[in-house]
């Protein structure tokens, strides 16, 4: 298991597993995000309250859900880099940076377009929403600090400290959000969610969440490739593995 | 260790009352915000009543970001900070008393300003003071969040957008835990419980962000 | 049919929110897969180059 797991850390070991998984977790997650979409939009039956507006839930819930497994993974895989000194960690915590500000901003823009035959305005300071919001600006946070450092191995480990700070704040921004929230409520008291969820409505949520994941992982073998590329592209390794490719095609 | 604390804090003071500009800035800065306010939303007294704890908090925070971009700029560039980091004291500690100095240096005048602005907002007397102490609870976790910021961005010129980004969303809790306080203090109720929240938010930053300002310090260095 | 499209009313909603979580999730992913393209071919190029100056 410990020598899998090590063989697994070694660039090139994984540049090539991910090469080889990428176009089946592509097509298990257009697969599954099908059977979800056709259950939510099809067979699921409407809401008592919301009607068929609450069909956004299936695009809203799993684009929320992926945005913060996206910077719980970007924070652990840079404190596993920054402890254990792991290159592969930081190119995957790298990879999930655009990726989950990608998902983040896709569960604001739905969500706020949920509001508006809500709550009848597109953005009210719901908490959930502003979280999203903020964690969205983490994100880019994150992304610009990239930017700024030139140096890969600085920007890494400066990087990685600064997802380590911001995954402690999360819990806390978090809480502080819900709880100014329960101070200023205001008028509108229906929140994002299905009331009274039955198992037509569950399935196509539960399969939209894994074809969001497996998407997420596919999307995630294809950039951590580019990070390998960059960060070893003067090891010999990489020449003969771009020399194998280019013969496959 | 405490001798070595005392001296870098010590340091720090004296530099900054030999540059008393860089010590008034933030301060000035402070005061022009806080007027921006009334300025902009007409001078409705129940209005500026109502947005005056909040307004004077977000000014706070301006003011702390924009005394940040020199924290550790010039200590890295005349090569300071790497001294403090091959020094045999635990440059953890060094920091910290770097963190503490740029609190007395910076918010202790923002707060000490405070009372003459909140006339501005027509405070109450009680909500002046109930200001003041949820500024003095949560400005040290405000020191200690922007040192990490600072350290992060040190060898970088210009990053003071970059501070902005990384450090405002960071600061959020804060903002709220200390603006809420403020406003129940300005209308007569008791403040105890954001007030602890905001002492525990502190608490909490001065546990663990001096170890992530002595690593970024060290990645800056690098 | 016509039915369905219209979502009980809330087809503006519905559709926007569907269309724009597949136009997104479909440029991230053809973004990344041409930004791992564009990698892979500089870095071809650079060690061509490397082993020209070589020999």
Known sequence: ?249 | MLQAFQLVISRELQMAFRRWSDLALPVIFFMIVCMLFPLAVGQDQAILQKIGPGAIWVAALLATLLSLNTLYREDFDDGTLEQLALSTQPLTILLLAKTVAHWIVTELPLIAITPLLTLGFNLPAEGVYGLMLTLLAGTPALSLLGSVGAALTAGLHQASGLIALLLLPLTIPILIFGARAADLAASGQSIAGPLYLLGGLSVLALTLCPFATAAAVRVSLD | MNEFLDMGGYAKYVWSTYSISLIVLTLTVVLCKRTLTNTRKRVLRRQASLKESQT
């Not at chain 1, 895989?77 to 920054?82: T, V």
């Not at chain 1, 979280?131 to 880019?140: D, K, R, Y």
């Open chain 1, 1 to 249: 298991m410990w020598n899998w797991f090590h063989k697994l850390a070694s660039p090139p070991h994984f540049y090539r597993i991910a090469s080889a998984f990428e176009p089946w977790l592509l097509w298990l997650a257009i697969a599954c995000m099908l059977t979800g979409a056709y259950g939510g939009l099809v067979l699921a039956p409407a809401d008592h309250v919301q009607g068929d507006g609450f069909r956004i839930i299936y695009v809203h819930v799993p684009a929320a859900f992926l945005s913060m497994f996206s910077y719980a993974l970007m924070a652990v895989a840079s404190g596993i880099g920054l402890i254990w000194r792991m290159k592969l960690a930081f190119s995957v915590a790298a990879a999930t940076a655009p990726v989950g500000a990608a998902f983040t901003f896709l569960a604001l823009v739905t969500g706020a377009i949920w509001g508006q035959p809500m709550w009848g305005s597109y953005w009210e300071w719901d908490p959930r929403l502003t979280s999203e919001l903020i964690l969205l600006f983490l994100f880019l946070g994150y992304i610009f600090l990239r930017q700024a450092l030139a140096e890969t191995r600085q920007a890494d480990r400066a990087s990685g400290i600064l997802a380590l700070v911001g995954v402690v704040n999360l819990p806390i921004i978090h809480y502080s959000v819900e709880w100014w929230n329960s101070i200023h409520q205001g008028p509108s008291l229906i929140k994002l969610e299905a009331p009274s969820i039955t198992t037509d409505m569950l399935w196509p949520l539960l399969a939209m969440i894994i074809g969001y994941q497996l998407l997420f992982l596919a999307i995630l073998m294809t950039s951590v490739r580019t990070q390998v590329l960059q960060r070893e592209q003067n090891a010999r390794w990489i020449t003969e593995q771009l020399g194998t490719e280019n013969i496959h095609g």
